[in-house]
């Protein structure tokens, strides 16, 4: 099927492009009262992520809305844990949790290498159909959590702000966080590479709790293991390159590092300059962000200005991916939004010229 617009995979190979491509983590969320009512209609978040044709309806929802350059599937990253055995489910105000936390070593070793095309199957299908109700307009993103982020839910039970349970993990039994983390690293590979065979055309990792660690620990419980899975990804397929997109919040110390994975692009958060992570990163991998998302609370005019400040700040040429810092927050106005990306479409093709 030809791809009617692919500036998106260009931008991230670092391919010339006419204008910055634009997408926005959580596209597809709680910001849009047509995602609420698909939500409600669905009877949970699990049934709409496990149901192909709510999750195709609400991937699709924002690219009726806005000009974006491509879609991301409608899933979870907590998936992969879920259906290691550790059954998750989520708490109005609270967020996920799981029904089995790991807390012993024993509960590492009896982790199942799940069959992901069996276990996920669900999400295969979600992808191939949205592929199809695409019909080609835009590329379609697969992704993932990083093992370092998983094992944080698996091993807290849920979210946390302090990761204590995983930080003493991972320093009095390094040999067994290792052991999690090779386990989820495979599975992983495993997922991303289903999804890519099911027709995702570029996939992201979130290393969403990267920032939690030290930089060493960054290196020995992180970074290694996104590596591995960057080594083992299929990289080609339908006769294009599949780009691979590596977001690790909060880690901007370990931008060269990340760089040297052989990744295609790098997630900025907004607590660096993109000319700064550009500098330092060269011309090794293309760059995606880096808008504070709360500036999508602020008026049309400031979103204007931002905008305008954050292409400044990549400067001319191509490798630019423009995002959000993070993702998009459910108390922001979807007109907001659409301000953002007119502004992209209209002041990014003088960087291109």
């Known amino acids: 099927m030809e791809l009617k617009n692919d500036t998106?995979?260009?931008?991230?190979?670092?391919?010339?492009?006419?204008?910055?491509?634009?997408?926005?983590?959580?596209?597809?969320?709680?910001?849009?009262?047509?995602?609420?009512?698909?939500?409600?209609?669905?009877?949970?978040?699990?049934?709409?992520?496990?149901?192909?044709?709510?999750?195709?309806?609400?991937?699709?929802?924002?690219?009726?809305?806005?000009?974006?350059?491509?879609?991301?599937?409608?899933?979870?990253?907590?998936?992969?844990?879920?259906?290691?055995?550790?059954?998750?489910?989520?708490?109005?105000?609270?967020?996920?949790?799981?029904?089995?936390?790991?807390?012993?070593?024993d509960d590492i070793r009896k982790l199942p290498s799940p069959d992901v095309n069996e276990s996920l199957g669900y999400v295969m299908d979600a992808i191939s159909l949205t592929r199809r109700e695409l019909d080609g307009k835009v590329p379609l993103i697969g992704f993932s959590g990083s093992p370092w982020t998983l094992a944080t839910y698996m091993v807290e039970g849920g979210s946390s702000r302090t990761f204590s349970r995983t930080k003493k993990l991972i320093y009095q039994e390094p040999e067994m966080a290792h052991e999690l983390l090779g386990k989820l690293a495979n599975t992983v590979t495993d997922y991303l590479n289903a999804q890519i065979e099911s027709?995702?055309?570029?996939?992201?990792?979130?290393?969403?709790?990267?920032?939690?660690?030290?930089?060493?620990?960054?290196?020995?419980?992180?970074?290694?293991?996104?590596?591995?899975?960057?080594?083992g990804l299929k990289r080609e397929n339908e006769g294009r390159r599949v780009p691979v997109i590596l977001f690790s919040k909060g880690c901007n110390t370990q931008l060269e590092a990340l760089a040297n994975t052989g990744c295609d692009a790098l997630g900025v958060d907004w607590t660096i300059s993109l000319n700064e992570a550009r500098?330092?990163?060269?011309?090794?991998?293309?760059?995606?962000?880096?808008?504070?998302?709360?500036?999508?609370?602020?008026?049309?005019?400031?979103?204007?200005?931002?905008?305008?400040?954050?292409?400044?700040?990549?400067?001319?040429?191509?490798?630019?991916?423009?995002?959000?810092?993070?993702?998009?927050?459910?108390?922001?106005?979807?007109?907001n939004l659409t301000a953002l990306i007119n502004a992209v479409w209209e002041l990014s093709p003088s960087f291109h010229s």
């Open 199 to 231: 027709g995702a055309q570029a996939v992201q990792i979130f290393d969403t709790w990267g920032g939690a660690l030290s930089a060493k620990a960054y290196q020995d419980f992180s970074l290694q293991y996104m590596a591995q899975i960057v080594s």
């Open 8 to 105: 998106l995979l260009r931008a991230l190979l670092r391919q010339p492009v006419d204008r910055t491509p634009v997408w926005i983590m959580r596209q597809a969320g709680r910001y849009l009262p047509e995602y609420l009512k698909t939500r409600a209609e669905a009877g949970s978040f699990m049934d709409l992520c496990q149901t192909p044709e709510l999750a195709c309806e609400v991937t699709l929802q924002p690219l009726r809305r806005f000009d974006l350059d491509a879609a991301i599937i409608f899933s979870d990253i907590l998936t992969i844990p879920d259906v290691m055995g550790l059954k998750l489910y989520f708490v109005a105000g609270e967020g996920p949790k799981f029904e089995n936390p790991i807390r012993s070593a």
């Open 279 to 335: 500098a330092r990163v060269g011309e090794r991998v293309a760059l995606q962000g880096n808008l504070d998302p709360a500036i999508l609370l602020a008026d049309e005019k400031v979103i204007h200005r931002e905008v305008n400040e954050t292409l400044n700040s990549f400067g001319q040429g191509n490798g630019h991916v423009f995002n959000l810092g993070h993702g998009i927050t459910p108390d922001v106005d979807p007109d």
